[in-house]
């Protein structure tokens, strides 16, 4: 018989080890004695599980919910089941006993995952559909190294805490139970008791594969999705040689599908690729898609790394919409968000009662900006939390990248921090050193276990070598997107045409650095918010000249060097900024200034798949060169791009309104004539239809630009046009 102490301790779900003295165990009279805790039942027999006779009925030792009792006739273990009843009498089932199994987790992967070394610590912590000894049920792990209880409750158990506390592996701090009878879709959450006796509020699964709908905040049970590679093809469309155009996306705030508040993965999966890929864009990026509390932070703070959110339905719906995708011949690019995470009680804050997955000290842990936790990227778990993260949706769901965000935040410990108030590396420098190894492992692993994936980084400094190979001491990013070309040229558009001649530089500066990492040139989501203005509402001067700004600098921009990214809704000029709450306003499209925007992107896009100088040496040196960029007094730029293998492209951008006749270009000698391949000041753009069309280009023997040759052309007002070999 057990001890009173015992019995109240595991009562008030405080044993300190209740796998030791609930189900079997032999006692010294060698009789076997079985100890159940279940609160809200009346009466429990046992049965043998092979033949289902009963053995004995358990003594109702206490009545909050304690019965034990001798197994007759029994001397070793074996396996048995639980016949419940009601204080009716009633038979309310028979069940297996979770405490009939032994431990769950090979010692070798908890000896991965307490040295960081385990690349998929999803397939070992979390809930999973598992059969043991011929019962079905769930096998749920958790990492809480100071906790001093941890159970898993649910529906399946009244949300009781007393009922399922769960084995501690002191090997790697991982609680675990097999919980059975438990199936895919039920809900779960984490009951732990701090290290000073402090209940605290129930936690979701840091590895919960799918969650409650907010406001609802509970862990629900979901199949390990299968392992999916990327098709055939996919990997040289994510080559810096190939053309990548990215349209990038707020799922809930698109376009208004299906009948809730949110579309349904299988309602984007129907009309979304359609249209990014009768666009021309290359890739969909979405804005974070991993379950997250707030509406309004767009997914950015984010609790769930390997949940897709609830708002979007199930998450098998997202391989549908990933292979609807693929189907089209465009790439997935998901943001990822490892920089910060929300302190909502039931998330990571606090998670076991200490700071486990945020640095302790708030210098380090608070980040100012957003008002949420930084990760400690010191601990070895928690980088394997991230990094495994990464992998799943990469390995899981066959998407093309990640986009990463906010690394700049990630670099640097004194990151938008005044002095005094953060904490030096080692060193007694400001970079982070530890986030700086969680990005190369990311990299790495991503690397091997995800061939033909990229990774791009949101990373706004001058940190160097951020898209070069770990092994030269780069973080490993396959691309870096380039904010401060961002800067300079939207700056440099928002100023009257009249003035262009003092900023000349801005538009020029970017070729400086251009070929120093593998760029992406966005125009995202964060340059149309928070007070900064549409694209359209950027640009200078009356309706005319501001959609004639805005083609022209989209042409500059796809003429430039550097992938290519547009947030929705500014392919077709959305006249205010977007807000998460609103779906855009396709009804502009009957406009035909702004359906004209929408057919210059769509063209350009064609432009940059179709011509190879314009894509293919986007990342080297060899494939760009000036023809002119000191034009300051007529704000007109020009230049060749290369595709290193003879053929070229000409981009000739005016910035003023001024049309300009009689126009003399420096050109290479080789080309005899030279057509104009596309002018976004045509008339099917809502432009007027100035520029050369019609015209022959014919190479003269007359100097410009420091060249031998030359054509004569006419640049039309605010405009950028692209030149082709005839």
Not at 163 to 171: K, N
Not at 346 to 362: I, T
Not at 389 to 413: C, H, I, K, Q
Request: proline fraction near 8%; aromatic fraction near 10%; glycine fraction near 8%.
């Amino acid at each position: 018989m057990l001890g009173d102490s015992h019995v109240q301790a595991l009562l008030a779900a405080r044993h300190p080890d209740p796998f030791s003295v609930l189900g079997l165990h032999p006692e010294e009279d060698g009789q076997m004695w079985l100890r159940v805790v279940w609160p809200s039942v009346a009466a429990i027999d046992v049965l043998d599980a092979k033949t289902g006779k009963k053995l004995v009925s358990l003594a109702h030792r206490d009545p909050d919910g304690f019965f034990e009792g001798p197994i007759p006739r029994r001397k070793q273990r074996f396996a048995y089941r639980l016949k419940l009843y009601d204080p009716q009498g009633m038979v309310l089932g028979e069940l297996a006993d979770a405490y009939a199994f032994g431990p769950q987790l090979p010692e070798s992967d908890l000896l991965a995952l307490k040295a960081g070394r385990h690349p998929r610590p999803y397939t070992v912590l979390g809930a999973h559909a598992v059969v043991q000894q011929g019962v079905a049920g769930v096998r749920f792990s958790v990492w809480a190294p100071t906790a001093k209880r941890v159970s898993v409750v649910g529906d399946f158990n009244q949300w009781d805490g007393r009922r399922h506390p769960m084995r501690y592996r002191h090997e790697a701090g991982v609680w675990e139970i097999f919980v059975p009878h438990v199936i895919e879709g039920d809900l779960y959450k984490f009951e732990l008791l701090a290290r000073d006796g402090t209940l605290l509020p129930l936690k979701a699964d840091p590895y919960a594969r799918a969650a409650q709908l907010r406001p609802d905040t509970a862990s629900k049970v979901a199949p390990l999705p299968p392992v999916r590679a990327l098709p055939e093809g996919r990997a040289a469309a994510n080559r810096r040689d190939a053309p990548i155009s990215i349209y990038e996306v707020h799922a809930p705030s698109w376009r208004r599908l299906g009948s809730g508040p949110f579309p349904s993965w299988d309602d984007l999966a129907a009309a979304l690729p359609e249209y990014v890929a009768d666009m021309g864009f290359t890739h969909i990026e979405l804005l974070p898609i991993t379950e997250h509390p707030y509406d309004g932070s767009w997914g950015y703070q984010t609790l769930g790394q390997y949940a897709a959110s609830a708002r979007f339905g199930p998450p098998e719906g997202l391989a549908r919409f990933v292979a609807a995708c693929h189907a089209r011949g465009l790439g997935v690019l998901l943001d990822w968000v490892p920089a910060h995470f929300p302190s909502d009680a039931h998330g990571l804050a606090q998670f076991d009662g200490s700071a486990l997955y945020e640095y302790a000290d708030p210098r380090e842990g608070v980040h100012r900006d957003w008002n949420t936790l930084i990760p400690n990227f010191g601990r070895y778990e928690v980088r394997e939390f991230l990094a495994g993260s990464a992998l799943f949706w990469l390995e899981r769901y066959a998407v093309d990248g990640l986009r990463v965000d906010a690394v700049a935040s990630m670099l640097y410990r004194d990151y938008s921090r005044p002095a005094g108030e953060w904490v030096p590396n080692v060193h007694g420098g400001r970079e982070n050193l530890e986030a700086i190894a969680l990005l190369q492992q990311v990299n790495r692993v991503l690397g091997t276990e995800a061939p033909g994936a990229v990774t791009i980084a949101e990373e706004s400094t001058a940190f160097p070598k951020v898209s070069a190979p770990t092994d030269v001491g780069g973080l490993g990013f396959h691309y870096k997107w380039n904010m401060g070309w961002m800067n300079d040229t939207l700056a440099y558009m928002r100023e009257d045409p009249v003035h262009r001649r003092w900023h000349h530089e801005k538009m020029s500066f970017g070729l400086v650095y251009a070929f120093s990492e593998n760029y992406v040139l966005p125009i995202s989501h964060d340059e149309v918010v928070h007070g900064k203005g549409s694209m359209i509402a950027k640009m200078p001067g009356d309706d005319w000249q501001r959609f004639a700004n805005l083609r022209a600098y989209y042409g500059f921009m796809w003429g430039h060097p550097g992938k290519k990214l547009l947030f929705m809704g500014q392919e077709f000029a959305q006249p205010d900024e977007w807000h998460h709450d609103a779906h855009l306003p396709w009804r502009r499209l009957d406009d035909p200034r702004h359906a004209g925007v929408q057919g210059l992107v769509r063209d350009l896009n064609r432009l940059y798949r179709t011509q190879p100088a314009l894509h293919r040496l986007d990342c080297e040196p060899e494939g760009f060169e000036w023809i002119s960029h000191d034009d300051a007094e007529a704000s007109v730029f020009a230049w060749l791009r290369r595709d290193g293998q003879g053929r070229q492209v000409i981009v000739v951008s005016n910035f003023t309104p001024v049309p300009r006749e009689g126009y003399r270009l420096g050109v290479p000698a080789g080309a005899g004539v030279w057509r104009e391949a596309l002018n976004t000041d045509s008339a099917h753009y809502g432009g007027s239809n100035m520029g050369n069309k019609d015209a022959t280009l014919r190479v003269e023997p007359m100097a410009a630009h420091g060249r031998e040759a030359s054509i004569v052309l006419t640049l039309p007002p605010l405009a950028t046009i692209f030149l082709i070999p005839a």
